[in-house]
């Protein structure tokens, strides 16, 4: 019996101390996980980015099917016509631009019969990348083959896209690696595509055989729709320098329609798009080789030039030279500009070498 108050080992303790796992090897007590404790700041982070990631990937699947969808709807719609001569390739890449003038479109009834090339252009990216715009007045006198002298949009009336291909060819010196035609009454369409244009003109028109009607006193700068544009571009006899005016208009036209069909507002906005391709390729018609590619490139080349400066006309000699038998013609200088066309293709022309006249 224990004696003098003195307890046996563990009398009157509570017993055996039940297993806390919060205690650790040492005894110690570990505290509880909160039931709510947020996430590490790292974790919470990334989901936002999760989320942009997902959606910006969602936006190029789309705008990539997007570009995809126009490109097939363009190289599917566009028009199509055996042009190019097969002469052996030249250096750089040669566009032959061409608006033909058939009344038949109903845009103009000027009792002209038949088709000419009322416009012809002569874009070309040299070697060296330089990029220039020659618009040839259709009335040059040239060689054309199998025909003798001759005004240039003859050459388009005797045997259509193929000799005037190779008419250009022999004037210039290069092969032609694209061909682009246009139906005059198309650039109405195509400035109805893109919402209109601004255009410029510094005196009074009142044009009956082109439909032009100017008032400067509504300003020299005017915004215009495609029926005016296609007029603005068409209208030469009530320029005091003919055809030399109307190449200045017809190349401003083209280059308002190209800066808005590559600005944001086209770009964003499909329904334009789709204005833009439904109206081209109606109205384009290019070489059998052709692609959406070389269009694009095309109208890059074409940007270049003009914010270089480097277009215009070859330098003429007289705007009034009679050969016999065709009336009235453009002489270009040394017949035909050899020195301008040696520049062209070697990339080196300048500001200066374009629109000069000496009678």
């Known amino acids: 019996m224990p004696t003098g108050g003195a307890r046996a080992a563990g009398a009157g303790s509570p017993g055996p101390v039940p297993h806390d796992p919060r205690r650790g090897q040492a005894g110690g007590v570990e505290p509880l996980p909160q039931p709510h404790a947020p996430a590490p700041s790292g974790r919470r982070r990334r989901r936002p980015l999760r989320w942009v990631a997902a959606v910006l990937v969602l936006l190029l699947v789309l705008v990539g099917g997007r570009l995809l969808w126009l490109y097939h709807d363009v190289n599917s719609n566009l028009q199509r016509v055996d042009a190019l001569s ?24 000027d009792g002209t019969e038949g088709s000419r090339s009322d416009t012809i252009m002569l ?26 002298g001759e ?4 050459a388009y009336s005797y045997g259509g896209p193929q000799l005037l291909v190779r008419t250009v060819e022999a004037l210039s010196g ?10 005059m009454g198309g650039v109405s369409q195509m400035v109805d595509a893109v919402g209109g244009i ?5 005196y009074d028109v009142d044009d009956a055989d082109s439909g032009l ?9 005017q915004d215009v729709d495609g029926a005016k544009a296609l007029a603005y571009a068409r209208m030469r006899k009530s320029d005091p320098t003919g055809d030399i005016g109307r190449g200045l208009r017809q190349r401003a ?24 391709v439904d109206a081209g390729t109606q109205v384009l018609t290019v070489d059998e080789d052709s692609a959406m590619i070389d269009l694009g490139q095309m109208v890059l080349a074409f940007r270049s030039a003009s914010g270089a400066g480097l277009s215009g006309a070859p330098p003429i000699e007289s705007l009034d030279y009679e ?31 374009f629109n000069q006249t000496s009678s």
């Not at 290069?174 to 139906?183: A, I, S």
């Not at 601004?198 to 510094?202: M, Q, T, W």
């Not at 600005?263 to 798009?273: D, E, G, H, V, Y």
């Not at 066309?341 to 990339?347: I, Q």
């Open 86 to 109: 097969g002469a052996a390739d030249t250096p750089g890449e040669t566009w032959l631009i061409v608006g033909s003038d058939s009344r038949s479109d109903g845009a103009v009834a």
């Open 123 to 148: 874009l070309h990216k040299a070697e060296n990348g330089q990029a220039s715009l020659t618009s040839i007045p259709r009335d040059t006198y040239v060689e054309i083959p199998d025909y003798g």
């Open 151 to 154: 005004k240039i949009n003859a």
């Open 174 to 183: 290069l092969t032609m690696d694209h061909y682009v035609e246009v139906g």
């Open 198 to 202: 601004n255009v410029c003109l510094d």
């Open 213 to 221: 009607v100017w008032d400067t006193s509504q300003g020299t700068c």
């Open 253 to 276: 036209v083209i280059s308002a329609v190209v800066s808005k069909a590559v600005s944001p507002a086209t770009l964003i906005n499909p329904w334009r798009q789709n204005a833009l």
């Open 323 to 353: 050969p016999g038998g065709i009336g009235a013609a453009v002489l270009l200088v040394d017949t035909t500009a050899p020195d301008f066309f040696a520049k062209l293709r070697e990339g080196t022309l300048t500001e200066s070498d």
